[in-house]
């Protein structure tokens, strides 16, 4: 049905930057809502950023000033741009979209996670 498809984790020293993106694929109506959180060992998972469908957007207090979240609207895509980076940013990150989709003909709002990516930032 529907799919998200995360890309751009890796390794990278403290003070780089590194771009996240996140794919969303399937018969999708409308992106109601569209972000990113992130998860480390042993820690909950946080809010990163999100932006809406109308393009307000929203971060986690670590990383406002360091990260922009944007998105393509005719690509159903969503990225993040990391720049500063820290290593306390180690962690993986998951994409998150509200969306709005055709399922047997019927319109449906549901919340789909993606698989997640390892960024992993050294000191």
């Known amino acids: 049905q529907v799919q998200l498809v995360e890309s751009g984790g890796g390794l990278v020293q403290a003070g780089g930057s590194l771009r996240l993106s996140c794919e969303a694929s399937g018969r999708i109506f409308r992106i109601n809502r569209m972000g990113w959180y992130r998860q480390a060992p042993g820690k909950q998972r946080e809010l990163v950023a999100v932006?809406?469908?109308?393009?307000?957007?929203n971060y986690g207090e670590s990383m406002k000033g360091r990260f922009t979240i944007s998105r393509d609207n005719a690509k159903n895509t969503v990225y993040l741009q990391m720049n500063s980076l820290k290593p306390e940013d180690t962690a993986v990150y998951l994409c998150?979209?509200?969306?709005?989709?055709?399922?047997?003909?019927?319109?449906?709002?549901?919340?789909?996670w993606g698989q997640g990516t390892q960024v992993t930032v050294s000191s």
């Open positions: 932006i809406t469908g109308g393009g307000n957007t």
């Open positions: 998150d979209a509200d969306l709005t989709y055709y399922f047997l003909g019927v319109l449906r709002t549901d919340d789909y």
